[in-house]
């Protein structure tokens, strides 16, 4: 059974006049409550709040705590108009209101005002339970005329429901019967949320928030106990102390961890640059010092990185001691020779791209590569302009190629491979080759083409030469308004992520063009998650933002653009790490009418 709270809107954005909106969704509200309170007891709502409570135990605090009320905050403009909503809602127009010190002084915390500006009355109207039962609804108004200052607080109050509460009340109320109720709600997961003795009416109130797996609507339950209960009330409060203490050092040991990515990224880097992987026998464990011996390293030094470095599971320590060190799985990702090899992206992501995220904050600020701004010039430009940089930055690209392995098994380019004639695919900025090697040693009758800048170009002619299908490539310099015609299977791998939507538009019609009526496009990207979860296309959005002004995308905004270029979206399919392929053909005209 789930409860929902009685205090949300029940109106859509929209649907009256502001001052309308105002009075009827405190009107809805307080329905809703009195409703609450007439069809629920403690016995079932107590189990809901604090799941766990069962059998004796809660047979013991349902006899001694009664469902009371539910409480809530109304804003009323005056004192006619709340009449007005009691009436409305069923209620004794005519109950007697009183100071509320508690809500009046949990407000002003709130939203840092003097508690003399807020006016804040409690008032009970009777209803009654299930079978009979006097109970009541606990009604709290802040009087808010119109075009007062105070309707940014009503605003807020309304939309956060602080104040809604569930409430029970001790039938006897003995000092240390509240005690032990308090320790039982603790135990069961309900963290104090403030409370205060009211001279008004001699009562008690400690309020506790729900524990999250609460199967209630309601995020706050109240205990009363009627007279001065103030030393109970002294250890509520400390207790709310002691849970704000440890929330704090949570949150900074949460905050420490994440400011130390930097040095993540710097000794994975400095682990590879310094061939410490080469260095370390297969299977087998080596000491520091003899580490140290073969690259040339501080041995105390050497130590405290390897330390470091098995906290994330790159080396093992031995289990046997002498200090020695074993290679991971996850470290083995660092040696150079190896087939799946990521050390170009370590010294990648620890070389210029780290520099450029110092200065992230110009990014952010303008809307600028921070990338432009360090180095004076794009990311494509400078890097074309250092060779070994270029050289870094393909390789780099080559390990994550593996996001694309499956890429020669989709059903377009088994198509074109098992189509009578021979077939071309066309691999737009195709970088080293790797991708399309892939595809032309996967499929023998296929022939490629790629289409790149001109150091690039004949570094992709070896790479594709030394795969064996080099014969069966053509190879083209130039940018994206060269992009070849004719093909029969066109691909974007990483490319669109590169550029703002205006240069991905062009991009795709430059390969619209291109395209028979018959020809296939697809494109290899992350996708953004459309609800928000976490993704590596998240991160990877701000390092295009960064470094290349690029952005990562939703499907349907690659839709937009592939649309915007008259092209249609007909698919996507999952690639690993957490890439897509999406399958795109030219739109045809719909047939009017």
């Not at 013991?60 to 108009?81: E, I, K, N, T, Y």
């Not at 009330?233 to 994440?258: F, I, K, M, P, W």
């Not at 195709?430 to 991708?435: A, K, S, T, V, Y």
């Not at 459309?530 to 990562?552: I, Y």
Request: aromatic share 6%; proline share 8%.
């Amino acid at each position: 059974m789930t409860t929902t709270l009685p205090d949300e809107s029940i109106l859509p954005a929209g649907a009256a006049l502001p001052g309308e909106t105002m009075f009827l969704d405190d009107t809805a509200r307080l329905r809703a409550a009195a409703a609450f309170v007439r069809e629920h007891d403690s016995a079932t709502l107590l189990p809901l709040l604090l799941p766990g409570l069962r059998g004796p135990e809660l047979e013991s605090v349902a006899a001694r705590c009664r469902f009371a009320h539910v409480g809530l905050l109304l804003f009323p403009s005056d004192a006619q108009d709340l009449r007005s909503r009691l009436v409305e809602c069923g209620l004794a127009a005519d109950t007697p209101a009183q100071p509320s010190v508690v809500v009046r002084a949990r407000l002003a915390r709130r939203h840092h005002r003097d508690e003399a500006e807020l006016d804040v009355r409690i008032l009970r109207p009777r209803v009654h339970g299930p079978a009979g039962e006097r109970r009541v609804v606990e009604v709290f108004t802040l009087p808010v005329p119109a075009h007062s200052d105070l309707e940014p607080i009503a605003a807020l109050e309304r939309a956060r429901g602080h104040e809604a509460h569930l409430a029970f009340e001790l039938e006897h109320p003995d000092p240390l019967v509240l005690h032990g109720l308090c320790a039982v709600l603790a135990r069961h997961g309900a963290r104090p949320d403030g409370g205060g003795y009211n001279p008004h009416e001699d009562g008690t109130v400690l309020y506790f928030t729900t524990p999250s797996d609460a199967e209630c609507g309601y995020r706050r339950l109240e205990l009363y106990a009627p007279g001065d209960h103030r030393d109970a009330l002294a250890a509520h409060l400390n207790g709310l102390d002691e849970h704000r203490d440890t929330d704090t050092h949570r949150s900074a040991e949460t905050l420490l961890h994440l400011l130390t990515g930097a040095w993540t990224t710097q000794a994975l880097a400095a682990f590879a640059r310094l061939r410490l992987p080469e260095a370390m026998e297969p299977g087998a464990a080596v000491g520091t010092r003899e580490l140290a011996r073969r690259t040339g390293t501080h041995p105390d030094s050497l130590a405290t990185l390897l330390r470091y470095l098995a906290m994330l599971d790159v080396v093992t320590e031995d289990p046997e001691g002498q200090n020695g060190f074993r290679l991971t799985p996850l470290g083995g990702l660092l040696l150079a020779d190896s087939p799946d090899t990521m050390r170009p992206l370590a010294l990648m992501y620890a070389g210029p791209f780290y520099r450029s995220f110092a200065e992230l904050d110009h990014t952010v600020r303008t809307g600028k590569p921070a990338f432009d701004e360090l180095f004076g010039e794009n990311h494509f430009d400078h890097f074309a302009r250092e060779p070994e940089l270029a050289d870094l930055f393909d390789r780099s690209m080559a390990a994550s190629s593996r996001m694309f392995r499956p890429l020669p098994a989709h059903p377009v380019i088994t198509a074109a491979a098992q189509a009578p004639a021979p077939r071309t695919v066309v691999d737009v900025a195709g970088g080293n080759g790797e991708l399309l090697g892939r595809i032309l040693t996967a499929h023998p009758s296929l022939r490629g083409t790629l289409l790149e800048r001109p150091h690039a170009v004949e570094t992709a002619r070896r790479s594709l030469d030394a795969a064996g299908c080099g014969t069966r490539c053509d190879y083209r310099s130039g940018d994206f308004a060269d992009v070849p015609h004719g093909g029969d299977v066109y691909i974007l791998s990483r490319v669109l992520h590169d550029w703002d939507d205006d240069k991905c538009r062009e991009i795709l019609r430059h390969c619209a063009c291109a395209m028979p009526a018959h020809a296939d496009l697809l494109i290899v990207e992350r996708l953004l998650p459309a609800d928000g979860s976490p993704s590596l296309a998240t991160a990877w959005d701000l390092h295009m933002m960064c470094n290349v002004g690029g952005r990562e995308r939703r499907a349907d905004q690659y839709a937009r653009l592939l649309a915007d270029a008259g092209l249609e979206l007909l698919d996507r399919t999952p690639l690993p790490l957490e890439a897509h392929v999406l399958h795109a053909r030219k739109a045809h005209p719909r047939p009017a009418g």
